[in-house]
């Protein structure tokens, strides 16, 4: 599975939109792009899937440029309760054993 | 189906005993995953279940972890003789086989138990 980086921390105040960029150099043909958000004590939970282009769900949008080494996940209007640790993952829909690395915590401040 | 649900959500023990954790996934999820996370660490892969097949194992899982998954519904995590390096919360996910492309292959994770040795 393909490693990523991302920045290791970020902070944004309320209302504003935040940008997450995911470096993954070593992207495979059939990888998919995924981001996880974690809260303290809580498993991750799934935020949006991508292979190219943009995706756009009601929580969040997913830019992939054409050579889809990096990816950029956008939070529009953050608010306090989207504070949190931001994972992305690089790998085949299905993979079975994904690596999260240690993600992106975003602080958002009022 | 209220989700994943994890039993206990905390233990603590004493460095050598045995801790086993239960697991239920959303019911008619056929693949069950064991993630182990450290704090400031992402989850790390332990294990993985395909109804009752366990298919696949992280080099992380030691001789001491054992996973069972025995009718393909719920599945427990043992681990043995705890040390102190076990300390961590181990997450349970679960999701559906794919069948058709471009499913997302969402894991559903569970809230964790964290697993405290003294």
């Known amino acids: 599975l393909a490693k990523t980086t991302q920045p290791i921390s970020m902070d944004s105040y309320e209302g504003q939109e935040v940008n997450i960029t995911c470096s993954h150099n070593?992207?495979?043909?059939?990888?998919?792009i995924t981001w996880y958000q974690q809260f303290p004590s809580q498993g991750p939970r799934f935020i949006i899937q991508g292979y190219k282009t943009k995706v756009t769900n009601e929580v969040a949008s997913l830019f992939i440029p054409a050579d889809r080494k990096s990816s950029t996940l956008s939070l529009p209007r953050v608010s306090l309760s989207d504070t949190a640790v931001y994972y992305c993952l690089v790998g085949p829909t299905g993979a079975n054993n994904l690596f999260f690395g240690t993600g992106t915590r975003l602080t958002v401040i009022p | 189906d209220t989700g994943v649900s994890q039993d206990p959500r905390h233990k603590i023990t004493k460095r050598g005993q045995n801790v086993t954790f239960r697991c239920d996934p959303i019911s008619e999820h056929n693949r069950l995953y064991w993630y182990r996370q450290t704090l400031g660490q992402g989850p790390e892969f332990l294990t993985y279940?395909?109804?009752?097949?366990?298919?696949?194992k992280s080099r992380l899982l030691s001789d001491r972890f054992s996973a069972e998954r025995p009718k393909g519904s719920f599945s427990t995590l043992e681990i043995q003789r705890t040390e102190q390096g076990d300390s961590a919360m181990y997450l349970c996910?679960?999701?559906?086989?794919?069948?058709?492309?471009?499913?997302?292959?969402?894991?559903?994770f569970g809230e964790g138990s964290r697993l405290t040795v003294l």
């Open positions: 279940f395909q109804n009752e097949a366990q298919l696949e």
């Open positions: 996910a679960s999701s559906l086989e794919l069948v058709r492309d471009r499913e997302s292959g969402e894991l559903f």
């Open positions: 070593n992207i495979a043909t059939n990888d998919y």
